[in-house]
């Protein structure tokens, strides 16, 4: 048994896993409600086109058929909500037109689902194709407007010294970068590259099932979601309800990366079914639908230049994007560019222009993916970066320290005037080079190049912004509120010592498999004593949980991990009053420990929380006056987002013949400041890495010109096998945050923000020797030898 | 139809369509939902259960195919309430995240070291490329079924990669 | 993921098995379902019929039966990758079998069903080619023998005819060696091939007395690399040769793009994984 402390900082087997591993876990579709009917869609084949007519006659009158809707039925209930309405909001059934390839167009409700399928074919539905926007460029140009409401198919832009919309007014600079570029002892390099549409692909498919109760006047919702509290609230606003007439649970939710961070349109049309039809309806996405009807990601090109100096001194960075929302604009869409803003100069102190701009195209809606704008900020800056190393024939490592935010530079006001709250960027990156030991590889490298083999080594650092997050954020336009609830960015925690000394934990995320039920009982065992195996923790479920705005942003455990904290300290100051009370001892003598209170210096004689409990619960023996029970709920608002940050290396060889990359190794380095549960938080690591790496290697969202997704079954969009993949050799550096009581920045993203970049500079980096600068993502086979080939002719 | 077959050591069942698909015959009339659905293509491995010992994806066989056969599920793993190796491993290294994919690359995993007890990492590796795992990076997995593998052989798992405090 | 409906049969003979399929054109046979079953679910193919021969007895053997091995319609392709029959006459075979899928279709799918299925990106077909392999169809009329050469027609089109089965292929103990190389769609031997080759080479006296070169992934189906075949023949079997015969190697075959290579990568792939299989298999012959 490995299991030995669950202290913070101390490593236990998770609470979540013996019923994972027995298959006794409940996600959504594995629970069932009585009488429940199943919903399938009929879904778009054309990107754009107007609907002429819809024939559902036949299918009607299918046996097994209940219902089956278009958007005649539930145009009353007014489009889609997004919590950032910028753009255009999506239809909850097409409405006249389609938009893009899989768009709702008609929904069946059925017995069973092989029925509700058989029903979707016998619907005919007649389109009058029209020219779709497929690609970005072509879409910004606007020559042909995706939506005729809309002024512009650029729908929004971000500039970094220009987006607080009043709130703090930051210089343009612009000037200062073009007087560098003038001057005599001045590099400039310049690269276009794409960061590449993504889709998710959580194992588990999208499912949801709804049940109204027209006597409690409540639905009962069980979704896959990261944010049951906003759907809750989203789904309420829909019907005329209050946030609370809505009960939404998330049970054991299979993988999110982002994707279960939206409310979607089945969620709110099984809602109606349920409540015209009367009896529950279910509606679980297929892997093919779910390509084309959950969110995709990332979806950017840009231009990027660097400014600098012979000797490695960067003078200014430039970058103009354009990234791609799809059609319609659903939860934070328009905003996924602004995370990448904020760490658009990354870990260093450089002047920095960079601009995207949001358009719409006749794709599915991109959202947050894994990282969200920070993995493609980051990717464009750190290629960048080596770009310009190379240049000027400085090792990629010396640069970045070069001109690094230095560790006594904290809180480092970075360019978009957030303030950076802890780093030590020199230090990871030592260590890095350190434990690959960095001179060997380029020896190693060199002989390899010296038989002629195509070895690279590729490096980046990184920061990111998570934990969100300062409630000032939500004074930059927007509405923020548009799902009922503020999205001020809070988290909260609740703690309840039972009689029995037991501790029930009631959290508002929403988790997918970051372990949220051990790293939350590692905390209160460790502020209040009470066995580990004897805390319970609760999530997922909005009657039963304090307000939360779920999990996303790498933000669960630095914000309700920290209300968590909070509301232990609350729990702490009430036991102590009892302790005194019991041991006859001053309350400021009174220390926690293994087992519960005691005096300080006699950890030997501790009161067990039961006895603490007891009184709390019959408190005519207690001290006079105390409120019975004991439990308190805190709700923790940040003052400031957490930048965690790190340093990643690559060495990889490429076949010349073939183009093939494999990787040999891959090393990271991350500060995440304090960790919970290291185990955990390798994890989050390791699936990070594999997504970003996954990003670099294989996966593309590939679009024909009419608008058709090649990619939209396993088959076409590989995800990594574990064959595909190497063991990660992982170190840490551990540089705790101020911004709250535990100094934990957050994780789950880090992976990802780290590697694509990293592995696409060791493949430059490979072929470097034959002229090659610039490869795009991903690298397959072909695009490696492409780019062989073009530096060669 | 009518299909009859043993699943997890029990005599079952129960009249199906054709079309009904083994997965679908295990999650919806035997209650056993333990196996997974993530695909439809058969890449995701997540529906793998063991017919007559072989792991199999379940949404690659027809239930009338399964007829007279013996069926091990996940929640049949376990003998007399003690964990199977590969459960066990994929407890102590931390093999799993969400737990979806968990199930089917468990009884992957189960039927590959019932072949081959001391695979290396490269055999582990592809051995279990007919799974999709996208939570773990596959790192933790491969270390689970490496401390499994030790356990069916006798012998003290490989130490974990973290710090134990005692 | 929710088949059409369809009418199903489990013939315990396959004089049973035939009659139904003489019976229903619209029947279809299922073996290991590998490639079948998906289409079903996705809804891509909808067979009236699936006449399953998976309870047919003596089909699921690989034999040596003198001058060939004959792999049987039951045979699973990881039979054929771990058979040391095959591994001794027809190495390329059990490659290209071990190459296929992933454990858990090796363990169901069959080497019948992949060649009956003639994906243009799939391996045993290749192997098939270049082993200079016998197909052997079963009807109500009786039983034909269609060479390897003859038997990819088209994409996803084999020469087989609607009420036939492919009972068993015959790969002849022709000596010498063979391999089968590819690059896999996620790089090295994961997954389709975005191309690969097949070889099969005999010497005799330091020259080589005969051989054959099969592509796929490159074209409409999987073929005899014609051209390469004639460059080897003949020749010492030496580096140059070797190069000489793989830039043969598309030579009368159409290359087509996809998703995984343009025309002209996969040209040059096709030289390559010919170079590659022809220099192993001269090592081994």
Redesign the interface.
Known sequence: M?T??S?LG??V??K????????????V??LKLSGELQAAFVRSPLARADISSIDTAEAAAMDGVVAIYTADDVRHLGDLLAQVPVGKLRPLLADGRVNHVGEAVAMVVAETR?IAQDAVDAILVDYEPLTPVVDMMEAASDRTKVHDDLDSNIVFSWAAHDWWGGVIDLPDPRPGIEAAKQRDDSVVVSLEMKNQRLIP?????RSVVASWNPGYARFEVYSSSQIPHALAGALGKTFGLASNAVHVVAP??????GAKLNVYCDEVLVCFASQQLGRPVRFTE???ESAVSTIQGRGWVATTTMVGTRDGEILGYELEGVADMGAYTQNFTVVIPLLGLWVSAGQYDIPTYWKVDCVVTNKPTTDAYRGAGRPEALYYLERTIDAFAREIGMDPTEVRKKNYWQSDQFPATNNTGLAIDTGDYAKAMDLLLDQADYAALLEEKQAAQAEGRLVGIGISSYVEICGFGPSVLSEIGFGWNNYGLPSSFSGSGLVRVNPDGSATVVIGTGP????HETTWAQVVHDQLGIDYDRIMVHHGDTTESPMGIGTFGSRSAAVDGAATYEACQKVKAKAAVIAAHLLEAAVEDIAFGPGGPHVVGTPGHVIGWHEIADVAYRPHTGPDGMEAGLEAHAVFSPGNATWPFGAHLALVEVDRDTGDVEILRYMAVDDCGNRIN???V???I??????GIGQAMFEEAVYDETGNLLTG???DYP?????D?P??E?EHTTTPTDVNPMGVKGIGEA?TIGSAQTMVNAVVDALAPLGVTNVDMPLRPQKVWQAIQDAQA | ?DVSMTVNGKAVSGGV???T?LVHFL?EDQL???????????????C?VHIDG????S????A??ADGADVT???G??SNGD?HPV?EG???R?G????????GM?M?AA??LEENDNPS?DE???????????????????KSIEYAAAKMRGETPPA??????? | ????????V?PASLDEALDALASNPGAKV?AG??SL??L???RLFSPEM?V?I?RIPGLGDISDNGDHLAIGALVRHKQTASSDLVAAHAAALAEAASYT?????R??GTTCGALAHADIAADQPAAALALGSTMVAASKAGRREIAAADFFVDTLTSALNPDEILVEVRVPKAGGGSVYDKLGRRGGH?DYAVAGAAAWVKKSNGTVEDARVALTGVGLKPTLAAGSMEAIIGSDGGADAVASAAERATEGVTVLEDLYGSEAYKAHLAKVYVGRALEQAIARA
């Open positions: 490995t030995t402390t202290a101390g490593v087997r998770r979540e896993d013996p019923a994972l591993i027995q298959g006794h876990g409940v996600y579709d594995d092989a692909v959580a194992i588990e498919p054991e939710v299979g993988g999110g990366f297929t892997r093919r997918s498999g970051q372990g290291p185990m955990i390798d994890g989050q390791h699936g990070g890495l594999a997504q079954s396993l088959v995800i990594p096998t574990a064959g993949l063991s990660f992982l992976g | 139809m369509e054709p079309r698909l999650r056993l939902t333990g196996t997974h659905v993530g695909c439809e293509s058969g890449y995701c491995g997540a793998t072989v792991p199999t994806k949404c690659m066989v027809l009338v195919q599920t996940i929640e793993l376990a964990l459960q994929f407890w102590e931390h799993l995240q969400c737990g979806y994919c968990t199930p468990i992957q039927g590959l990492e582990i590796r592809h051995g279990i490329e007919g799974n999709l795992c996208r939570c773990t990076g596959y790192h933790n997995i491969v974990p990669e973290w710090e134990v405090a005692e | 993921m929710y088949p059409r409906e369809f009418d199903y489990v299922l379902g590998m079953l998906p079903m679910k996705m699936v399953d998976g899928g992933d454990p858990q279709v363990a169901r994961s």
